[in-house]
């Protein structure tokens, strides 16, 4: 864990807006780990993804049960969603108000989801 908060630390002085991003979901009672995965998984509230698709694209799957102010962060950890996308499965519950899934294609990108309720779903937030 210490390794992997070191490497954030790291980006976040290279990166000026995931400093931003970081701060916004892991200050205040936001996210409350960091897990790195490179294939398809599904996650749990309150869950930093560190995605690396490097290897091919993967799913990820969102909470089948979130609770309102529900935190997601993904970060794409090898800057590859460009050419392996990582799809983001809404689990039954709607993304912005749309009953869609979400892919992300841009190198680099790193989102946050926040649950709101049945009618608008997750709200995505882009840094």
């Given at each position: 864990m210490k390794k992997l908060l070191a490497v954030l630390i790291l980006?976040?002085?290279?990166?000026?807006?995931?400093?931003?991003?970081?701060?916004?979901?892991?200050?205040?009672?936001?996210?409350?780990?960091?897990?790195a995965y490179s294939t398809s998984s599904t996650i749990t509230c309150f869950t930093s993804v560190l995605a690396d698709t490097s290897g091919?694209?993967?799913?990820i799957t969102l909470p089948a049960d979130p609770i309102e102010g529900c935190q997601i962060a993904i970060i794409d950890a090898a800057g590859t969603f460009a050419t392996y996308n990582l799809t983001v499965e809404r689990n039954s519950k709607k993304i912005n108000g749309l009953s869609e899934n979400l892919t992300l294609t841009v190198n680099n990108l790193h989102?946050?989801?926040?649950?709101?309720?049945?009618?608008y779903g997750w709200r995505v937030l882009t840094y």
């Open positions: 980006l976040a002085l290279f990166i000026p807006s995931l400093s931003y991003g970081l701060n916004f979901f892991f200050g205040g009672g936001g996210i409350r780990r960091a897990v091919g694209a993967i799913t989102v946050g989801l926040v649950y709101y309720n049945a009618t």
